[in-house]
């Protein structure tokens, strides 16, 4: 989102951003949808792989303190007992007496309807789990839950890891995948869903050092979003009151984004303390905990968790990056046009680069599409050669594609293309041989 006055973005041009280009579909469309459930399309599936491998790249890859997991989103029922989730992952329901709609009480600022203004139900606590069965027999005996959080895989795997992988502390377990909650009010795309996926990492700590951990993670986190393109303006950090705490944590910070609905929370980082590992190993008889060679000492260790959705993620990294700027007419005394263009984060474009033959001519067809097969050995690189080159430059700005290459007449000539920069719409001419390289290089350092 441009950060000057005037020119903030709005959720129904990103959203009609978004559905124009497939980038996010409303799932079940044909048949009337499914509430508040997305699909991906082409390029949202594309932008969405590349967050996640961004986290994984910079959060387990690149770090010698954390390795990976990938846990199966059925668990046993004795999970949610333990983790406290079948007793407490709940949200108060309220209900209005005339129109009957739901309502999470705590988003509410007054006791009437806020849709039709009638009175509404007491409180009931509303379990957001989702619940199915496993196997041919649907009885309690055979009941399942879909995981609300990723993180009870990585707690129920402590010590598999600890042994297999033969970690010491301080180190983390990172792991990406799908959650579901049954909320109450989902909402604003896909900020609020009741299917999603989320990139959680635990980081076991030595008691004690737990509140360092949490303050280095807090920052780490906060520099991802940054280094990722975010403006640092529109992120910020709230700490939890202590009436806001949930049942496991000692320290809550939430990194709240600004949406343009008003800020609310990406990514949630908490000092869980020993909560979850005493809890499973109270609950399963295992010994869960560790064994310090330096103190000759036997303890649970602390645990600093952070969280983030992915869809939300990819929202917040779609937001951020549109602009609409006024760029020269196309048109020699034509009025000024409006460029649309996706600033987004190089590593994260759902496209890296498009290969764009001046027009469909027959001879300037084998040398771009030679063009292209070059370039996707290493990239996710796009052909297009419909319409003008003016439109399908704007085509790809708009759905952030860092670079275009062009395939001009001259090309046939001196096998050179010119490359395009999406922010600076700076272009230079190179030979083909060099584009790989090249393109990799802007990649790292920019143009
Ligand atoms: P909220 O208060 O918004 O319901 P929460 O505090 O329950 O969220 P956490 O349990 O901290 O959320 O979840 C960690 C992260 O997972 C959130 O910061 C968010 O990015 C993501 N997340 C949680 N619930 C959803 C959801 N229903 N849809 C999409 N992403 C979600």
Same mark, same amino acid.
């Given at each position: ?44 599936? &594309? ?15 690149? $770090?010698?303190? *954390? ?26 329901? *309220? +209900? ?119 303050? @280095? ?12 393109? *975010?403006?640092? +303006? ?9 009436? &806001? ?11 709240? @984004? $600004?949406? !343009?609905?008003?800020?609310? &929370? ?23 905990? @560790? ?5 000759? #000492? $036997?303890?649970?260790? @602390? ?20 602009? +609409? ?31 764009? !033959? ?11 599409? +030679? ?5 996707? #050995? ?70």
């Amino acid at each position: 989102m441009s950060t000057t006055p005037g020119n903030a973005v709005t959720m129904e041009k990103i959203l009609s951003l978004c559905k124009r280009r497939g980038f996010l579909f409303q799932s079940s469309e044909i048949y009337g949808g499914l509430n508040a459930t997305w699909d991906y399309g082409p390029l949202g599936a &594309e932008l969405k792989r590349n967050v996640k491998e961004a986290w994984w790249r910079s959060t387990v890859q690149s $770090r010698d303190d *954390v390795v990976g997991l990938d846990s199966a989103i059925l668990m046993h029922p004795n999970v949610w007992k333990a983790s406290g989730h079948l007793d407490s992952f709940s949200d108060p329901l *309220v +209900e209005c007496q005339s129109c009957r709609q739901r309502f999470r009480e705590d988003d509410l600022e007054s006791r009437k309807c806020p849709n039709c203004g009638g009175g509404l139900s007491e409180p009931r606590q509303f379990n957001l789990m989702f619940k199915t069965f496993m196997g041919a027999v649907e009885d309690t005996a055979s009941e399942v839950y879909l995981r609300p959080e990723t993180a009870q895989g990585i707690y129920v795997n402590f010590q598999n890891v600890v042994n297999s992988a033969r970690r010491k502390l301080p180190f983390g377990i990172g792991q990406i995948g799908k959650a579901f909650r049954n909320e109450i009010t989902p909402g604003n795309s896909i900020f609020r869903t009741r299917e999603f996926e989320q990139m959680e990492l635990e980081f076991f700590v030595k008691p004690g050092a737990d509140a360092e951990w949490l303050d @280095y993670w807090v920052e780490e986190r906060m520099n991802w979003f940054v280094s990722h393109g *975010v403006h640092r +303006e529109n992120l910020r950090l709230r700490r939890h009151g202590q009436d &806001e705490l949930a049942h496991y944590a000692k320290t809550v910070y939430d990194i709240e @984004y $600004r949406f !343009p609905w008003g800020w609310a &929370e990406l990514e949630g980082i908490a000092n869980r303390s020993d909560f979850d590992l005493r809890q499973h190993a109270g609950h399963s008889g295992r010994d869960l905990t @560790y064994f310090d060679d330096e103190t000759r #000492q $036997r303890y649970h260790p @602390y645990v600093i968790e952070t969280s983030v959705g992915v869809d939300r993620a990819a929202l917040a990294f779609l937001i951020d990056a549109y602009q +609409e700027e006024a760029v020269a007419p196309s048109k020699p005394g034509g009025a000024s046009e409006t460029r649309t263009v996706l600033r987004m984060d190089r590593r994260l474009a759902p496209v890296t680069v498009a290969v764009l !033959p001046l027009s469909r001519n027959q001879r300037l067809t084998p040398t771009a599409k +030679e063009v292209h097969a070059l370039l996707r #050995q290493r990239f996710n690189a796009l052909y297009d050669d419909a319409q003008s080159i003016g439109r399908r430059y704007r085509r790809q700005d708009e759905i952030g594609a860092p670079y275009c290459v062009t395939v001009d007449f001259d090309t046939l000539d001196d096998r050179a293309v010119t490359l395009r920069d999406r922010d600076t719409m700076l272009q230079l001419r190179l030979p083909i041989s060099r584009l790989p390289e090249v393109v990799e290089d802007k990649l790292r350092h920019g143009w």
